[in-house]
């Protein structure tokens, strides 16, 4: 069965330092991993998957299927960025997504 | 807001009644999900819809729930005979078919039975 682990219930970094959120997964096929953040009093969105390759709002992420891991990576946190942020993993045929239990982010001033 | 609504959006129930939550997905998703969040974990699948079919049922899904969509657009979850250990954020999400839709989440129903 598949199972996505994010270690850290809670991270806090100051403003312009350096954040990486980590995530592994356990999968036996080929995965599909997606990091999802709720802000405050808002709802669950898609930040970014790791088929589009892409960076959003300054977060990379990298799937090393060596280490089954996808790490959620910023190089300078900002303020705005404090949220809870979710790795999952889609599978079978519904697509249904594996969450991890989440890490609530601080970015300190 | 177009996306997907969820109503109510708290409910406070006895234990043992029965509650019934409503979900309205985006108008062209034909694939509908529910989950279940606990306090300090992320969300758990429960169902999933493809238009009217109800096509995967997790083992948390148990005798007590249930859940329609009986034509193919809003959903229901009915959890009967409620059960503390049932207090749970319920949430609904919706896509378009395909391998690589994005699953768009409502705000969730906030059940709590005491």
């Known amino acids: 069965a598949q199972r996505v682990t994010q270690p850290e219930k809670l991270l806090s970094v100051f403003k312009g330092a350096p954040v990486e959120l980590k995530c592994n997964y356990s999968?036996?096929?080929?995965?599909?991993l997606f990091w999802y953040v709720q802000y405050s009093r808002q709802r669950l969105q898609l930040l970014l998957r790791?088929?589009s390759r892409e960076s959003i709002k300054g977060f990379t992420a990298d799937l090393n299927k060596g280490e089954t891991s996808f790490h959620l990576k910023k190089p300078f946190a900002q303020e705005e960025d404090s949220a809870m942020y979710y790795c999952?993993?889609?599978?079978?045929?519904?697509?249904?997504?594996?969450f991890g239990s989440g890490t609530q982010l601080t970015v300190l001033p | 807001d177009t996306g997907v609504s969820q109503n109510p959006r708290h409910k406070i129930t006895k234990r043992g009644q029965n509650v019934t939550f409503r979900c309205d997905p985006i108008s062209e998703h034909n694939r509908l999900y529910w989950y279940r969040q606990t306090l300090g974990q992320g969300p758990e699948f429960l169902t999933y819809f493809q238009n009217e079919a109800q096509l995967e049922k997790s083992r948390l899904l148990s005798d007590r729930f249930s859940a329609e969509r009986p034509k193919g657009s809003f959903s229901t979850l009915e959890i009967q005979r409620t059960e503390q250990g049932d207090s749970a954020m319920y949430l609904c999400?919706?896509?378009?078919?395909?391998?690589?839709?994005?699953?768009?989440f409502g705000q969730g129903t906030r059940l709590t039975v005491v």
């Open positions: 999400a919706s896509s378009l078919a395909g391998r690589r839709a994005e699953a768009f």
């Open positions: 999968y036996s096929g080929s995965p599909e």
């Open positions: 999952a993993l889609s599978s079978g045929s519904a697509r249904q997504l594996t």
């Open positions: 790791h088929i």
